[in-house]
């Protein structure tokens, strides 16, 4: 999502080739590897839902994530071609490295709560990046903020004390981050 908002938003015409392509690279490594990888875990039993409930069984999928979105941000998305995204992704990156050291103090944070923080911080970087206006853009990003929280604590799959966890380690190095591109 973050990638199509960036290219919504970014006043820098792309190509119709360098947009598919652009697309095509981070679909790949964050949407169909993954799942792919998820599919592979629950054959061989190491994943009992796509939830991934278990401490244990989120170690594997977080330490692949975050290998990926290293490729993704330094070997692809790099500083120099798309200094946003590039940035929008090492956030991506911390964020999942954080998560993934959690995990080895026991604690359980909301992937959910982080990505959807993650992604409200970076819009609102770019549209005061841009100077565009996306009030009501942010605005329905907060409030899915709140159906995500919500939903998780209906499903009962995370306390308030993992989502509040989620919700920081998504947007604190997101904001951390637009120091170098702001």
Partial sequence: MGTLIYLAISPIHYSEAQVLYLCLQVS??????????YFW???V????SMMLENLAQRKIPLFLSCILLYILAFKSITQAALPELHFFLLGGLL???LTFLYLFMNVKASIHQMGIAALT?????LSAHYQVDLTYGI???????????SSRLAMQAHSYTELAI??????IPQLALWWYWL
């Fill in 166 to 171: 989620g919700f920081g380690i998504g947007s």
């Fill in 28 to 37: 790949l490594l964050t949407i169909f590897i993954p799942l792919a990888f």
């Fill in 139 to 149: 605005a329905l990003l907060l409030i899915l903020n709140g159906f995500v929280a």
């Fill in 45 to 48: 039993g190491k994943a009992d």
């Fill in 95 to 97: 964020s999942n490295l």
């Fill in 121 to 125: 911080c970076f819009v609102i970087g």
């Fill in 41 to 43: 875990l629950k054959t």
